[in-house]
């Protein structure tokens, strides 16, 4: 099956700083690989995902960067608030997503 | 849009109880249905995932069972449960462009 690894698996920033956290994977054939956010005590929301036909996609703050001859791809934060302050969960897989084990990002006004 | 239902939202369960967790989905039709359970502070483990009625593939050995009774309709299950089953049990389903959203989940204790 997939295997997904992600690091950091904590990290802390300065506000107004940028964030970046980076998984790899194994599966050579996955097509499809979102970010989640999770605050405490909730479920996951997707921010951002990125389809293997596409390089790189942005949405105001967040950006994800993927490269498939190296399988990896990354979440870019710039401009990180304290709301911006959560575990991030990469994903990847065909049928089913697999996650890697997050990343503590702490904000530090 | 895709709107995910989860319930109970919690429930604390001695240990050789059985469970129920059930899952409807709105918004959209024939979606891929997944089960997945986070223990405290940990990552996201597949237990189980389902692309039509009545198939149902197992990611974990374990003594839980999913069934999809319907459609939109995804329910988890055991018949004894463990002091190891506790946790936040998210359903999650695929919406347009086979995008997955998860429900509001379900926290776990068993005592």
């Known amino acids: 099956g997939e295997n997904v690894e992600q690091h950091p698996s904590t990290l802390s920033v300065q506000e107004g700083d940028s964030a970046v956290i980076k998984c790899t994977y194994s599966d050579s054939a996955s097509n499809y690989f979102p970010w989640y956010k999770q605050e405490l005590g909730k479920r996951p929301q997707l921010i951002i995902d990125?389809?293997?036909?596409?390089g790189e996609k942005k949405d105001q703050r967040i950006a994800v960067t993927l490269n498939k001859t190296a399988k990896h791809f990354s979440l870019h934060i710039t401009e990180t608030q304290p709301e911006d302050s959560a575990v991030y969960f990469c994903?990847?897989?065909?049928?089913?997503?697999?996650f890697g084990s997050g990343t503590r990002l702490q904000v530090q006004p | 849009s895709q709107t995910i239902h989860q319930w109970p939202a919690t429930l604390v369960q001695p240990v050789g109880s059985p469970l129920s967790l059930e899952c409807t989905v709105e918004?959209?039709?024939?979606?891929?249905l997944y089960w997945y359970r986070q223990a405290a502070g940990r990552g996201l483990q597949l237990l189980f995932y389902?692309?039509?009625?009545?198939?149902i593939s197992s990611e974990v050995p374990q003594n839980l069972s999913a069934s999809r009774p319907q459609d939109r309709q995804f329910i988890l299950s055991s018949k004894k449960l463990l002091l190891s089953d506790s946790g936040f049990y998210l359903c999650a389903g695929t919406g347009s462009g086979n995008t997955i959203y998860f429900g509001e989940g379900s926290w776990l204790t068993v005592v």
């Open positions: 918004g959209t039709s024939n979606p891929n």
């Open positions: 389902s692309v039509g009625i009545g198939q």
């Open positions: 994903g990847t897989g065909r049928r089913a997503l697999t």
């Open positions: 990125i389809r293997s036909n596409v």
